[in-house]
């Protein structure tokens, strides 16, 4: 069973820099290590046990899943889903209509030389960033994730996850279908939008599809295609506020 997000993903040229700019922003950012497929990160934890990725590359890598999207732009590019099942989660994926491998192994080596392990099912093509990716720990999970939850900003964990689609049968098909049960109707009138949500665990999904020629999501889908668009976070401070996105490299994130 799906059980709320591990994580969401944001793709960024240089990971230095965008690893103080988020510091500059209130966050506690921990450097993750490389993975041997040509990426390195840095972590921002969460306390409701999710986390931030920042991802960029050391070396050119153009069959990484995450290449070809930052070509077109730094943002937020990908969300992971936590499962108690990943073989069952999988096939029950696939088994919708989602175009997603088996589990595949995965590793990343710390800045103190431990090797993390786990199990990755990507989804993939037009797939990917609609549908998740889901994870399955081989070394613990708490060496994966840095157990750092402090932050200036007040940062508690990730609210919601707003991904633009072109149309909403096929994700009603595959949430509902996994989820087993239907997902709300929604309206969004600051992007012209209407849509799904569907709660997982602690976090919310909500897929949205353009309704105006004047709504953002047109241009985003135009530039990116489907695929996530923004995220909320969650703040002790329970003070509303959208993060510069010159800092969070073209990431729309917004305390609310």
């Known amino acids: 069973m799906l059980q709320g997000i591990d994580h969401i993903v944001i793709v960024v040229n240089n990971l230095e820099q965008a690893a103080k700019d988020y510091e500059q922003l209130g ?28 991802i960029a590359f050391y ?31 999988t096939r029950k994926l696939r088994e919708v209509g989602v175009a997603i491998n088996d589990p595949v192994p995965w590793s990343r080596t710390r800045p103190d030389g ?15 960033g609609v549908a998740p990716f889901l994870i399955q720990d081989v070394t613990p999970r708490e060496e994966r994730v840095p ?3 402090s932050h200036q900003n007040g940062a508690t964990g990730i609210g919601t996850v707003t991904v633009a689609v072109g149309e909403l049968a096929e994700v009603q098909r595959w949430y509902t279908g996994v989820l087993g049960r239907e997902g709300t109707p929604i309206v969004r009138e600051s992007l012209q939008a209407n849509g799904l949500c569907y709660r997982i ?7 949205l599809m353009p309704t105006e020629v004047h709504s953002p999501l047109i241009n985003w889908l135009r530039m990116f295609g489907p695929s ?11 003070k509303p506020i959208k ?8 990431a729309n994130l917004l305390f609310a």
């Open 27 to 54: 966050f506690t950012v921990v450097p993750g290590g490389k993975h041997p497929v040509g990426s390195h990160n840095a972590l921002i934890s969460l306390a409701d046990g999710s986390y931030i990725e920042i």
């Open 59 to 89: 070396r050119a890598a153009p069959d990484h899943r995450w290449w070809e999207p930052l070509q077109k732009g730094e943002r937020l590019v990908d969300f992971c889903m936590q499962t108690d099942d990943l073989q069952a989660d």
């Open 114 to 128: 431990y090797e993390l392990k786990w199990l990755l099912s990507l989804a993939q093509g037009s797939h990917r």
């Open 147 to 149: 157990q750092t939850f």
């Open 201 to 207: 665990g602690p976090h919310t999904l909500d897929f």
């Open 228 to 238: 996530p668009y923004a995220a909320t976070l969650c703040s002790s401070f329970r």
């Open 243 to 250: 993060l510069d996105p010159k800092l969070t490299h073209g």
